[in-house]
């Protein structure tokens, strides 16, 4: 009831920041290196869509995402777990608790490697709103691996996604050509996780001819 009620009163932007800013205290204070990405950091670097939840890639092997989520759950007592729909599934679904009548946050904690989400280094981490956020060179590859994915579906819910994503994407590419990105500049990113993106971006460019300048601004 709680998950369904939230979704009909999603968090507002500035909820969405400040449950990022909790979590990202409460892991700094452990040591740990983090970062939002997804739709929060594409908000941070200036796209208009409000995001619904909160990702957050935490740079350890020392701990699980279920122990990373129960780290955060036992300094704030808004942080709480719920069992995960899925059949089979052994994770458990991570929120915070909003001001009003059953209102939430979805929290999602990964780690480097899933989602093929690249280890950033605490100096290439950049704070927006006292947030600390993934490169934008990063964000927009990895959103362009979320359009990719959710247009090759065969959900129809996460093929409609990739209209959100294209969305997204035409305004981080944007976002990076006003701010001098310059891909070739990026060599800290996996060469793989490079290849692969620039075979999606060809994919992009010819289903949004209107994108290629932006690609090629940006030294595609």
Request: glycine share 6%.
């Amino acid at each position: 009831m709680l998950r369904t009620t939230a979704r009909r009163n999603p968090p507002t932007l500035e909820e969405t920041r400040e449950v990022a800013r909790i979590a990202t205290r409460i892991l700094t204070d452990y040591g740990l290196t983090c970062c939002a990405f997804g739709s929060l950091a594409c908000s941070l670097y200036g796209t208009s869509r409000t995001p619904n939840d909160v990702d957050l890639v935490v740079m350890t092997s020392t701990y699980s995402q279920e122990e990373l989520k129960e780290l955060i759950r036992r300094a704030d007592s808004r942080f709480y777990l719920v069992p995960s729909k899925k059949l089979f599934a052994t994770y458990k679904v991570f929120y915070f608790r909003l001001t009003g009548i059953r209102r939430s946050c979805k929290v999602d904690i990964l780690l480097p490697g899933i989602m093929n989400i690249p280890t950033i280094s605490s100096g290439r981490i950049v704070r927006v709103h006292d947030i600390p956020v993934m490169p934008l060179s990063a964000v927009l590859l990895l959103k362009l691996q979320g359009w990719s994915d959710h247009k090759g579906s065969t959900r129809p819910d996460m093929i409609e996604k990739q209209y959100v994503d294209e969305r997204d994407i035409t305004q981080l590419l944007r976002i990076a050509a006003t701010q001098g990105l310059w891909m070739p500049g990026e060599s800290w990113l996996p060469s793989e996780f490079l290849g692969t993106a620039h075979d999606r971006l060809l994919q992009f460019a010819e289903e949004y001819p209107s994108s290629a300048p932006s690609w090629e601004a940006i030294g595609f």
